[in-house]
């Protein structure tokens, strides 16, 4: 019962996403830079290798706790260079705005991208402006597309991942997705939980340029929509002979969003992070990167949470706190809309 | 509320009772078949990978006691005949609904073809959402079983004494305890089918939401008449392997009893206040349930005194022919633990969570759901 019409789910970051990338993009525009489906192209350009990435950003509330559309549409962009290897240089910035929006809340979200894209040291270079009637957007959406420098010892690919690897995140995970399903209010409570929206520039800045671990770096994902689960899925996509498994007990969560999930009965590890990163490194050298990433204020929270296998191929199973193993799947469905 | 949810969770003391029940396990030898009733059992059971942790010989079946696997096609049929046959509509729904199929559609469909269809959390939201929309009629699409009944029963209350108009609900509820009954009877019935499981069900892992409402005494006829192990229990790790010592004990000692492992909010009466909200608003009918067919006094229908909300009635909805092109789904069988979703021949191939053909993948604590997502290890 395959539907003739686009579903919300499309857009979830799940199985759904996957397929329609599969059946429609991929269809169209099969080539080997978009085939392999990272967070930024990576474009060889004359001796440089450049880092290229797009991403629009529709979320709803506009203003959430932690952050607001326009901190997380620079942040989010950052974030996909950075999980080439890149160093976010250059980003334009798009603007679809609903006709009737006050001027105010524009300046607002405009001052919002200047703080932290001066904070962040990458330059606005080109950018266009619609306005659209009324109920012909909500309120505004964003675009954003970045280039950066890809750091020549730094070379992440699917490839290079091995058995015996580790798999590292850096900080607490699914407060993102938490913090905007309580700001939109749906469950009538209110709870403080604050998005973990950040750009994770500074503290990839620590682990590129330490010549002793950054070659030692195999992989990088930015699990945003559809958290954890779909970011560690979505790698074995492209390496059916390895599979994950992950420490239930070793993935940092706070008590405030762990009670939350509990409550609403929602899985953490299918929830949106917007500042936080998966790394795949070298056993050999993962006590050093933790110990690089624990430094800094955006990566106190990092914990090694799983490794490589040669078992259960293509799958990510999770070891749960009772010594009983059990799939993570791909979350189906959507979860909620617009988080992003 | 830390606390609380701590100890429920806490490995030690699930340790200690699975060590109790290897123990009891053992001395009783012979294979040991119980049922969870309920989809959230179901589901917490194989989130935590409880199954595997048992001994060999101790089963866990998972029972009819998701309210979506149960409800019938012409349910979503009806659905879905509101939506495209009246202008102006607004069809609202638990979310869990959204996604079953139909005989051809689903709501999510509909939705995508333009149809308003909303997604609430609280049946109270429709009372909002007919107020600020007076110029379409709203239709709540009410399912579920003694846990949810009372809610919708005080909605439509508060819907008749505000003098709502614009506001109905196509009923789908059912009630779970004579249900629950049949399929005692069933299993015994079919006894020679269960051969696969090897063992007729031994004990029932009772739903610890629903008990809130019915209470302890509403199992008693389990013991009197039928001479089964039960036990109500919560939905923590703790809870159910504290259940599955509970109900091996029983049959260790051979005390057949109604075990309350869930005393922290189930009581013997129950809800009283829900009970009656329950008996004010609604009646009993015959209702369909998937997997066991029609079964005497199990639906609830509105009283008299509140049929101006019943769908049914203000949209004339005629009798609606149920196909199903996938007539070798096996949901029946796997809503009365005659077989475990790996024995269908559909499970992880055709039907998967994104293309599910039967109520028992696309509902999130079917059983088909919750061995796909957690247990295909």
């Not at chain 1, 269809?27 to 629009?56: G, T």
């Not at chain 1, 989010?76 to 950075?82: E, R, S």
């Not at chain 2, 078949?33 to 866990?60: A, D, W």
């Amino acid at each position: 019962m395959k539907s003739n019409k686009i579903l919300l789910s499309y857009g979830s970051g799940g199985k759904y996403t996957r397929e329609f990338l599969q059946d429609y993009i991929l269809k169209h525009f099969d080539n080997q830079i978009l085939n392999l489906l990272l967070d930024s192209a990576v474009l060889n350009f004359q001796q440089e290798r450049l880092a290229f990435s797009i991403d629009s950003y529709t979320v709803t509330p506009i203003f959430f706790p932690g952050g607001d559309i326009g901190k997380l549409s620079i942040c989010g962009t950052i974030n996909d260079l950075l999980c080439v290897g890149a160093d976010p240089e250059f980003i334009g910035v798009s603007l679809i705005i609903e006709e009737g929006i006050e001027t105010e809340t524009i300046e607002k979200i405009l001052l919002s991208i200047k703080e932290v894209s001066q904070k962040e040291n990458v330059l606005i270079v080109t950018g266009d402006t619609k306005v659209v009637e009324v109920g012909s957007c909500d309120k505004i959406f964003i675009t954003t597309a970045g280039i950066g420098r890809i750091k020549k010892n730094l070379k992440f690919s699917y490839g290079r991942i091995e058995e015996g690897d580790v798999i590292i995140i850096t900080g607490n995970i699914a407060e993102h997705g938490i913090a905007l399903l309580l700001a939109r209010g749906a469950y009538g409570f209110e709870y403080n939980i604050q998005s973990d929206c950040a750009s994770l520039k500074s503290l990839f800045k620590d682990i590129f340029n330490n010549e002793n671990i950054a070659s030692h770096i195999k992989f990088l994902r930015d699990p945003t929509r559809g958290g954890i689960s779909s970011a560690l899925n979505e790698i074995l996509m492209y390496r059916e002979d390895i599979g994950f498994e992950v420490y239930e007990e070793k993935v940092p969560i706070s008590e405030n969003v762990r009670y939350i999930c509990e409550l609403l009965s929602i899985d953490p590890f299918d929830v949106a992070n917007e500042g936080k990163m998966i790394l795949i490194v070298s056993k050999n050298k993962s006590e050093e990167i933790l110990e690089v990433l624990r430094k800094h204020p955006l990566g106190k929270n990092a914990a090694i949470i799983g490794e490589v296998v040669s078992v259960n191929k293509g799958k990510v199973l999770l070891n749960t706190i009772y010594g009983s193993k059990r799939i993570l799947d791909m979350p189906v469905g959507e979860g909620l809309p617009r988080i992003c | 509320m830390s606390n609380f949810l701590l100890y429920f969770k806490d490995k030690d003391i699930v340790k200690k009772e699975l060590e109790k029940i290897c123990k009891l396990a053992q001395n009783l030898q012979k294979d040991y078949c119980f049922m969870e009733v309920c989809g959230t059992h179901t589901m917490q059971i194989s989130k935590y990978g409880i199954r595997k942790l048992l001994p060999k010989n101790i089963k866990l079946i998972s029972g009819p006691g998701c309210p979506v696997c149960v409800t019938s096609l012409e349910f979503i049929d009806k659905a879905i005949y509101i939506a495209r046959n009246f202008n102006n509509v607004i069809i609202a729904t638990f979310g869990d609904l959204f996604r079953v199929p139909g005989s051809e559609s689903s709501l999510e469909k509909e939705k995508a073809e333009g149809k308003d269809i909303r997604i609430l959390y609280s049946p109270y939201e429709v009372l909002t959402l007919a107020k600020e929309n007076l110029n379409k009629n709203v239709v709540f699409l009410s399912i579920g079983f003694e846990t949810t009944m009372p809610a919708v029963a005080w909605v439509i209350k508060d819907a008749k004494r505000q003098n709502i108009k614009n506001l109905s609900f196509l009923i789908g509820n059912k009630f779970f305890l004579v249900g629950l009954e049949a399929l005692v009877l069933l299993s015994r019935k079919f006894l020679a089918s269960f051969i696969t499981t090897n063992s007729s069900i031994d004990g029932f892992i009772l739903p610890g939401n629903l008990s809130v409402i019915v209470g302890e005494k509403s199992y008693m006829w389990m013991v009197e008449k039928y001479k089964i192990p039960s036990v109500i229990t919560g939905f923590e790790p703790v809870d159910i392997v504290m259940g599955i010592r509970l109900l091996l004990e029983m049959i260790y000692y051979d005390v057949p009893e109604v075990k309350n492992e869930y005393k922290r909010v189930v009581t013997y009466e129950g809800n009283l206040f829900a009970k009656n909200l329950i008996n004010e608003v609604f009646e009993t009918s015959t209702g369909k349930w998937r997997g066991i067919g029609l079964i005497a006094s199990s639906a609830a229908k509105l009283k008299k005194e509140f049929e101006e909300f019943d769908a049914e009635k203000k949209f004339e909805i005629p009798d609606i022919k149920v196909s199903n092109e996938f007539s070798e789904c096996r949901c029946n069988e796997v809503l009365i633990g005659k077989i475990t979703p790996l024995e269908c021949t559909l499970f992880g191939k055709v039907c998967t969570p994104e293309n599910p053909k039967g109520a028992c993948m696309v509902s999130s604590e079917g059983a088909c759901s919750a061995y796909y997502k957690y247990e295909m290890v």
